[in-house]
């Protein structure tokens, strides 16, 4: 089959600005990535182990390996179609324009705005031991980031990119002063068997659910790698840089997510990581920066988390209006998420949009509303897109395809079943936020059907 249905965008003649590098690349998925969830998101990694210190790595690298496995097949599809919107174009062409709509919805009226709103929340909730802000104090402080940021980001890419690479810088600062004064201060020897550490007996079946169950929760430190598709029509030299810059952030943010929580192993004993825990005290990163630095720990650990937030959160703001924009040149969404500023060349409108529904989330919804959203969904929609990969192959055979998968068609099938597998074990251990996951998409099909009316409509009176 030719390459019919596809529409061919040369980088020279897009209406965006190519501005992003490969540092920015890197930059903007390793900003959206690490985030607060370094410090405390391995204490539920634990709980899902039995509390195996050797079973949490290796979650740990399981969940960086799929995520890497999948961002080598998102780079694949971005390589070869480097257009604005990412994982919605990818959708429409492979399957059907319904599809990459849903994905699109479900991040516009949650998951997206959700995630900006669940991140400018918790940036001043961090705040709150030291300088006492109230919840309407969190709340003015959150809106004020989000608006502040939006209008950074409606002034063009370059400036939002370059905000993107010194924050990422900022953030990685203090994460690797943690992390080798544990290294090479810490005086423990941790146990890395594989066994849980609780005295449970699991088989071999018991093991592998527990493995993904746990794998889950790495998943949401490693959320992210798929949005800078989604900006690839603005990148210098994409069909190069885009896949480069996805090997480097996931393969980076692997080795740092695996070596920061074996440096906690390092620092703090078994039996008080357990304690610790059980308690409620899940923040396992700022133990152990107080017990190497003392109280500046404390401010060490406050700092880094503030800034891996400020970065993730203008990562998000950048990335997301894009998918909008895509779904709205595809005819199914507001016209005026389409268009582009005359000046800056960014989807202003789009911008604006998911601004207002972020504010409206922070104003009628608290933290742990926020952070439960959506989970099933986006890996839902992301096994679609690997399995896009072999569509793409089979539908648009001559297309051309600067980057290739790497052992294909063998590593698109594994990376499939590893996702589908998490899937299902994801509806058996927390079916509600599968069910979630299935409801926005679903009322999100009687939102493109009116949409499709309104463009048949319109073909009719051209």
């Known amino acids: 089959m030719s390459n019919e249905g596809i529409k061919s965008v040369e980088p020279s003649k897009s209406e965006f600005k190519q501005e992003i590098g490969i540092f920015g690349g890197v930059s903007i998925i390793g900003g959206i990535m690490i985030g607060s969830g370094i410090f405390y998101l391995g204490s539920y990694v634990l709980l899902r182990t039995g509390m195996s210190l050797g079973l949490a790595l290796l979650c740990w690298i399981v969940g960086g390996i799929v995520s890497l496995l999948g961002g080598l097949c998102f780079a694949e599809l971005g390589a070869s179609r480097p257009v604005a919107g990412g994982m919605v174009v990818y959708l429409n062409e492979a399957y059907h324009p319904i599809v990459g709509f849903l994905f699109g919805f479900a991040s516009w009226l949650i998951s997206g705005a959700g995630s900006i709103a669940a991140i400018a929340v918790a940036l001043p909730t961090a705040l709150r031991s030291f300088f006492g802000v109230s919840d309407m104090g969190v709340k003015v402080i959150a809106i004020a980031l989000i608006v502040a940021l939006t209008v950074y980001n409606y002034l063009g890419v370059k400036k939002a990119s370059i ?61 992210g790698w798929t949005n800078l598709n989604t900006v690839a029509e603005e990148m210098k030299n994409p069909k190069k840089n885009l896949p480069l810059s996805i090997v480097i952030a996931i393969g980076g943010i692997l080795v740092i997510y695996t070596l920061f929580n074996y440096s906690i192993y390092r620092v703090i004993p078994h039996t008080e990581i357990v304690t610790m825990i059980n308690g409620g005290n899940y923040y396992l990163g700022t133990e152990v920066a107080k017990r190497i630095f003392g109280n500046v720990g404390g401010t060490i650990v406050l700092v880094g988390m503030i800034i891996s937030m400020f970065g993730s959160l203008n990562g998000m703001i950048l990335a997301f209006p894009r998918t909008y924009y895509a779904m709205a040149k595809e005819g199914h969404f507001f016209k005026s998420y389409g268009k582009l500023h005359p000046k800056y060349k960014v989807p202003h409108v789009s911008i604006i949009g998911q601004c207002v529904i972020s504010v409206a989330l922070v104003l009628f919804r608290n933290l742990d509303q926020l952070t439960s959203m959506v989970v099933f969904s986006g890996m839902l929609f992301n096994v679609l897109v690997v399995v896009a990969v072999l569509i793409y192959r089979k539908k648009y055979p001559d297309l051309e395809r600067p980057y290739k998968m790497w052992g294909y068609p063998v590593t698109v099938i594994i990376t499939i079943l590893i996702f589908a597998g998490l899937m299902i074990n994801t509806f058996i251990e927390d079916p509600v936020t599968a069910l979630i996951g299935f409801i926005v998409p679903a009322f999100g099909c009687l939102v493109y059907l009116y949409f499709d009316k309104q463009l048949k409509k319109e073909g009719r009176a051209n």
């Open 163 to 223: 905000l993107q690479n010194v924050s990422m810088v900022a953030k990685l600062i203090p994460i690797a002063i943690i992390m080798f004064g544990a290294l090479m201060f810490g005086n423990q020897s941790p146990d890395l068997s594989l066994a849980p550490a609780d005295g449970s007996s699991v088989g071999f079946t018991g093991m592998i659910g527990m493995i993904a169950f746990a794998t889950v929760a790495t998943l949401w430190a490693y959320e």
